[in-house]
């Protein structure tokens, strides 16, 4: 996994060192080495190379950090640093992350692990990190100012404590932390139970991915980080359909999807074919009872969420955040609605001012994700995609669940797209279709008599005159 | 100004094809495109009756001929 970059990287690092005398040779022996990702693509599941077995995640376009054992300390090494994210292919943004990516690493460790975490700040300010729904000590809970000194730019500090309950979580800073987090500072954590435990299921697969949101305005890199709802890329961990990859399961596999929302809004996170269950919280493992089917849950600002099925049903699965403005890439939430505005009549006088117009919107807005259409520099089509049958017209946070018989155990490929068995795709009816008959009773309770069809205008008062009163 | 708004269109074209905004937008901004190029030409006319202005101010006392006189009256300038 050290890539040239990496090289590079730890190049400078010994670079300083020589050039500050002051810093001991021997202390910066002592941290563990610093492995960072150049690219967007999901790493395949990290198996544990020493301490407890599990079975590990994967994190969507994504991937673990690799750590160093120490006298049976788990020990990781973090740096936040200013990186370029590729949003889906044809749009990087700048954001700041860590080691090389945004989110950062996923961090794996089983419950009662000693975890010793080394974070050096390479961004332009100070930092912290805070490790979201973890008991520990009051000093490593990583609140600015409450807890802990800010990490200086430049410097490098320590945490360290007991993983001490299994379950889902995060990491974020909590220093600056509106800015830092608008600009994708966030990581996800994972503590595997050490032993069976009752409530928490043997999963063939494990998905997880933290919900993010950017506001990026058209042409430009930088997220606009005082944006507070009116966000314009949806995003899973900093990626945006059609860049988000699949989630590829074999028929018949137990799955797990870990998710955490760290936007500013609530996300209903919508699978097709299946029925899951919320298995756990950031608060850990739900207890059975209060366990029923669904096929959406609201996962609220701040929260996790943490979905068990079985994934027994063939095919290409939508999965997605049911707020249809969410499945959009950047869009204008201000332009007008043109449906039902013939406006044919005046293309020909626009034309003359604007000679590049075109109508659109008129008839509804799918032209715009079958047309491709010059657009500004880096930014992503509202919506996009193509599918076996057409375009999927789609953006932000969607993604595909595809179930196969003949995934293999372990293969987290993509299998390609799903062929649909003879007689089991809706077809065009080319039958005579009867007019529809429609009721002229106005209804009972407190509806009109219908009577005589009135015909009516709405009405418009326009303001300005004060006549009428 | 002119190819600055010029710029300003273009980029506002491909706006409107990402649906980012609207029509009325692109008609706003072809406006203000005409204004630009209009107050561009008033500008241009400004600077040459100033600079009429100028160079007849630079001639001095009129002590000129009956011929010079009558072209400077008829063209707003007096040519070399």
């Known amino acids: 996994m050290t890539t040239r970059r990496d090289f590079f990287k730890n190049l400078g690092m010994a670079g300083g060192a020589v050039a500050a005398a002051s810093v001991s040779s021997v202390a910066l022996a002592a941290l563990p080495e610093l492995v960072s990702m150049d690219n967007p693509d999901t790493a395949s599941p990290l198996t544990p190379p020493n301490g407890r077995p599990y079975n590990p995640v994967v994190t969507l376009n994504g991937w673990t950090l690799p750590w160093r054992m120490n006298n049976g300390v788990k020990e990781f090494h973090l740096v936040a640093e200013p990186v370029v994210r590729e949003i889906a292919p044809g749009m990087k943004a700048h954001l700041w992350g860590y080691n090389g990516q945004s989110p950062g690493p996923t961090i794996e460790v089983v419950e009662g692990d000693r975890v010793r975490i080394f974070v050096t700040n390479r961004l332009p300010e100070h930092t912290t990190i805070h490790w979201h729904g973890q008991r520990l000590p009051s000093g490593m809970d990583g609140v600015g100012g409450l807890n802990q000194k800010q990490i200086p730019v430049g410097k490098t500090f320590v945490y360290e404590f007991v993983a001490r309950r299994p379950g889902t979580f995060m990491y974020h800073p909590h220093a600056d932390e509106m800015t830092q987090m608008a600009m994708g500072m966030m990581g996800f954590w994972v503590t595997h139970p050490k032993e069976r435990h009752p409530l928490i299921e043997t999963v063939d697969r494990d998905f997880c991915f933290l919900l993010n949101a950017y506001d990026i305005d058209p042409g430009s890199y930088t997220p606009k980080v005082n944006t507070m709802l009116d966000f314009n890329l949806w995003t899973w961990n900093s990626r945006s359909f059609p860049g988000i990859d699949s989630l590829n399961v074999r028929k018949g596999d137990k799955v797990r999807i870990r998710i955490g929302n760290l936007t500013m809004t609530n996300h209903p996170m919508h699978l097709h074919g299946h029925e899951f269950v919320v298995s756990g919280t950031d608060g850990g493992p739900t207890p059975i009872g209060s366990r029923w089917p669904e096929v959406t849950t609201d996962v609220a600002v701040g929260q996790m969420r943490q979905l068990d099925f079985l994934a027994d049903e063939e095919g290409d699965w939508a999965f997605h955040c049911h707020k249809s403005h969410h499945t959009m890439n950047a869009m204008g939430h201000d332009v007008p609605t043109m449906i039902g505005v013939d406006h044919r009549g005046v293309v020909k006088q626009i034309t003359d001012l604007i000679p590049d117009y075109m109508v659109m919107g008129e008839r509804g807005m799918a032209d715009m994700g079958e047309m491709e259409m010059p657009i500004p520099d880096n930014t992503l089509p509202m919506m996009t995609g193509q599918g076996p049958y057409g375009a999927v017209e789609m953006g932000g946070m969607f993604s595909v669940l595809k179930v196969r018989r003949d995934q293999k155990p372990g293969d987290y490929r993509d299998p390609g797209w799903y062929k649909q068995p003879k007689n089991t795709q809706a077809y065009e009816w080319t039958g005579p279709v009867a007019a529809a008959t429609r009721s002229h009773d106005a209804g009972k309770g407190a509806m009109r008599p219908a009577g005589k069809a009135q015909s009516q205008e709405v009405v418009v008062r326009k303001p300005g005159s004060h006549g009428q009163h | ?80």
């Open chain 2, 1 to 80: 100004m002119v190819p600055l708004n010029k710029r300003i269109s273009d980029e506002n074209m491909l706006r409107y094809n990402g649906m980012l905004i609207g029509v009325f937008d692109l008609l706003a901004d072809a406006r203000t495109q005409i204004g630009s190029v209009n107050s561009y030409i008033e500008t241009l006319r400004d600077f040459w009756i100033a600079r009429g202005d100028l160079e007849m101010a630079m001639i001095g006392k009129p002590s000129l001929n009956a011929s010079a006189r009558a072209t400077i009256a008829a063209t707003g300038r007096a040519d070399h």
